[in-house]
């Protein structure tokens, strides 16, 4: 899926609809700026998330297979969380400075941030095929913010209780065995409800 419009979101509720490219070539990263909070595109399902306090970088990955058409992000975060340790939304080797890694579910606080990973399937058949997926939620700039990973499973009640309702969700929709198609994407909003959707892998093959 390719997705033409940069969506804007605002803290007072707003959603507006910016007709612009969203990429205007390959390899060009794009940003949306929230009252407090900037949110920018690095390729594939990698995001980094910045405010005042916190420079959030989420499943930096390398330049190999499907992502090979994007260069390596080079971010100096204050927090990296991933997905799962796979290169395509794991890979942290090579980030400048010290960043805190967070890998596995649970709930990590760092004075005032508080993120939480919750569990997910990699894939349909229960993890077998690519393991686990780690989702993320926190809440940054005021905004609440839920970063889907590489989930493939449908959302699970207990999921949903954990994520709860997000302003900002951000899902995968490039299909394939690991991540969901349209139809599984939209199934997953629908259990989330939030107020934006950011889709992630729409342009990797």
């Not at 005042?52 to 970088?57: A, G, M, Q, V």
């Not at 930096?60 to 340790?85: E, K, L, Q, R, W």
């Not at 940054?140 to 499973?153: E, M, P, S, V, Y």
Request: glycine share 12%.
């Amino acid at each position: 899926m390719k997705r033409r419009q940069l969506i804007r979101y605002t803290t007072d509720g707003l959603l507006a609809a910016v007709g612009v490219g969203l990429w205007s070539r390959l390899g060009q990263p794009v940003q949306a700026q929230a009252q407090g909070l900037a949110i920018q595109w690095l390729g594939h399902m990698c995001f980094v998330f910045r405010d005042r306090e916190h420079t959030i970088l989420v499943n930096p990955f390398d330049p190999i297979g499907c992502t090979s058409g994007y260069s390596a992000p080079n971010v100096a975060a204050d927090y990296v969380m991933i997905s799962s340790y796979l290169r395509d939304e794991g890979s942290f080797g090579g980030l400048p400075g010290n960043p805190e890694l967070l890998a596995s579910p649970g709930k990590y606080t760092f004075g005032s941030l508080t993120v939480e990973g919750v569990l997910s399937d990699h894939d349909l058949i229960q993890g077998y095929q690519f393991g686990s997926n780690v989702m993320w939620k926190w809440t940054q700039g005021g905004i609440k913010i839920a970063h889907l990973g590489g989930a493939a499973a449908p959302i699970t009640d207990e999921q949903k209780i954990l994520i709860g309702r997000p302003d900002v969700l951000l899902l995968p929709v490039g299909g394939g065995p690991k991540a969901y198609n349209p139809e599984q994407a939209q199934a997953a909003i629908a259990e989330l409800n939030p107020k934006l959707v950011i889709p992630t892998q729409y342009l990797t093959d």
